[in-house]
T-cell receptor, first 113, second 114 residues
């Protein structure tokens, strides 16, 4: 079993739709949870960063972490064609060790005008 | 504030050759991590450098090696290239001592091994 599982999609939605992206993980030591957006042939861009369980909202984006279920989500409201990209979940350990990120495989999202 | 930069953008090598990739960290950051991203996969951690020393390593053979310089820039060296080394190589910088682990990525170097 991989440490982080992410449905690779692809996911295709109409403009304005609410998008839900999800990851599950197996290692309960993970404390920091991130979502990155990666456009084709570019480096990942940090979108959302959450510590432990709870919700975090930033504009049209909401990140949720449920540590009891080992499940994290990213919601995109009023999706735009410019949101078309691969979305990667990533997580790391606690303790300020500044250690490695463990990534999911990424979900390819297309928002159609 | 200058972001993470990497060079070169693209590189084509043949099997058995050696390659050096370079990374300049974001202003104010002191830690550099390297990741390999194969096509259709998430990035895989290679290693991290802090204070010019390796600070953790992923499941990569010793022919993957690195350096960090006093100005926090870094190099990734790969010897005896294999076809499976073809990938996007990403560098990420961060600040050790921050409460979390926010890592900021550069644009990557796309390596093709023929």
């Amino acid at each position: 079993q991989k440490e982080v599982e992410q449905d690779p999609g692809p996911l295709s939605v109409p403009e304005g739709a609410i998008v839900s992206l999800n990851c599950t993980y197996s290692n309960s030591a993970f404390q920091y949870f991130m979502w990155y957006r990666q456009y084709s042939r570019k480096g990942p861009e940090l979108l959302m960063y959450t510590y432990s369980s709870g919700n975090k909202e930033d504009g049209r984006f909401t990140a949720q972490v449920d540590k009891s279920s080992k499940y994290i989500s990213l919601f995109i409201r009023d999706s735009q064609p410019s949101d078309s990209a691969t979305y990667l979940c990533a997580m790391s350990y606690s303790g300020g060790s500044n250690y490695k990120l463990t990534f999911g495989k990424g979900t390819l999202l297309t928002v159609n005008p | 504030e200058t972001g993470v930069t990497q060079s070169p953008t693209h590189l084509i090598k043949t099997r058995g050759q050696q390659v050096t990739l370079r990374c300049s960290s974001q202003s104010g950051h002191n830690t550099v991590s390297w990741y390999q991203q194969a096509l259709g996969q998430g990035p895989q951690f290679i290693f991290q450098y802090y204070r010019e020393e390796e600070n953790g390593r992923g499941n990569f053979p010793p022919r993957f090696s690195g350096l960090q310089f006093p100005n926090y820039s870094s190099e990734l060296n790969v010897n005896a290239l294999e076809l499976d080394d073809s990938a996007l190589y990403l560098c990420a910088s961060s600040f050790a001592g921050a409460a979390g682990n926010e890592q900021f990525f550069g644009p990557g170097t796309r390596l093709t091994v023929l």
